[in-house]
């Protein structure tokens, strides 16, 4: 029977690759680096494990859960996201190679496409994903290996088209990979839409409390999957065994988890595209988002995080300094709802130009809100402004 995600995350032990003798409800953790080969025979699932960074069992459970929520093949869960990120471009490129990707991405994204311009003579190609022609013609003029983009994208909040993008990357033979991070497998499947990977930063709603950095990237074919498997054993980017265990604790709630995120969002978004020192509000269930009709169309949930813009950076930095309830923090998707000046922060190590060319202003605030009270968040934003 083909059961719903929730379901799935619901049971996360059922994806364990062998029963637990005593049926624990969540599954051990295997806390081992070495598994002695003499001592495993066929109850274990048939498999033989031996060392923990190659493969182990608790970490299995969570790659078995992620293939099938993002309808993949296979999955490596990595120590952090940037981790999946980087594995990706360990997997797919080589010296020389070409990738195209699209200009407002994550900042450590951004910094790791430099790494890898800098170490690998890798070429950088940036371009604006809701831009189909200057696209084509990138991809028709070079030898692009791999397209790579987040949507929503962040902090920009631009809404890509995954399943065109997909289509045209065919075309051109090149591979393409969405960081899921802000959306989530329980809003987005970027792998029924076309991509050939899918990767998350699982350190944000997924795991939700905040507690921990990892992070997954899942591949459609059982090519690409291995390939994945073998550069994560060969890079040494597998998760520890703790850590995935405190992922899957926030796991089983991340559908009503995202729903509230929304709602909460929605109502702070319109409050503040009221207020006359707010010169625009950015968020995609807003009915005054540019891609308002593919957000519904390609989301199920819209994510709680939105961008508005103050009149001066002042008034921002004011904003930032009064307020009781929104902590300065990078990250996002915590149940404490937090801000921060793209420009400041996340987005640190873009310049001006590079900025302007996304969208983001001097008083740009990103906003990812979390699970408190409406009245609560309102009042507290009317007061740090006064
Ligand atoms: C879209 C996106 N991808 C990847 C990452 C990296 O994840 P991590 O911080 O878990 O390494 C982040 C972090 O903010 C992100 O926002």
Partial sequence: MKKHIETNLSHIAAFAPFEDVA???HFPIYNTGTFDLKKQDSSNGGKIYDY??????????LENLFTQVEGGAGCV??????????????????ANSHILVEADCYGGTFRLLKV??????????????????????????????????????NPGLKIIDLKSVAKLSKKYHALFAVDNSLATFISQ????????????????????HGAVVAGAIVAKTQELADEIHYYANAHGRSQNP?????????????????????????????????QDYITKVTHPALKSHPQYDLAKEQMDYIPGVFSADFESLEL????????KIFGEKCSFGSPDSRVE??????????????????????GTVRFSIGLENIEDLIEDIKQAVK
Avoid: Q, W
Wanted: glycine share 4%; proline share 4%; aromatic share 8%.
């Fill in 242 to 274: 703790m850590d995935v265990y405190l992922i899957t604790l926030g796991i089983p709630t991340l559908k009503v988890r995202m729903a509230e995120h929304e709602k909460v969002s929605i109502k702070i978004a319109e409050f503040l595209e009221e």
């Fill in 52 to 61: 923990t960074r190659s493969d182990n069992p608790t970490r299995e459970m």
């Fill in 116 to 153: 890898f311009k800098e170490k690998y003579n890798i070429t950088v190609h940036f371009a604006d994903f809701l831009e189909f022609d200057e696209m084509e013609k990138i991809l028709s003029e070079n030898p692009i290996d791999l397209v790579l983009c987040e949507s929503p994208t």
């Fill in 77 to 94: 869960c990595t120590h952090t996201g940037i981790a999946s990120v980087a594995l990706l471009f360990e997997t797919v490129l080589k």
């Fill in 316 to 323: 921002a930095e004011k904003f930032i300094e009064n307020t």
């Fill in 23 to 25: 049926g624990a409800s």
């Fill in 189 to 208: 499947r970027p792998l029924e839409l076309g991509a050939d990977f899918s990767l998350f930063s699982t350190t944000k709603y997924i795991s939700g």
């Fill in 341 to 362: 000046i793209p420009a400041k922060i996340s987005h640190a190590s873009f310049s001006k130009e590079e900025l302007e060319a996304i969208g983001i202003a001097e």
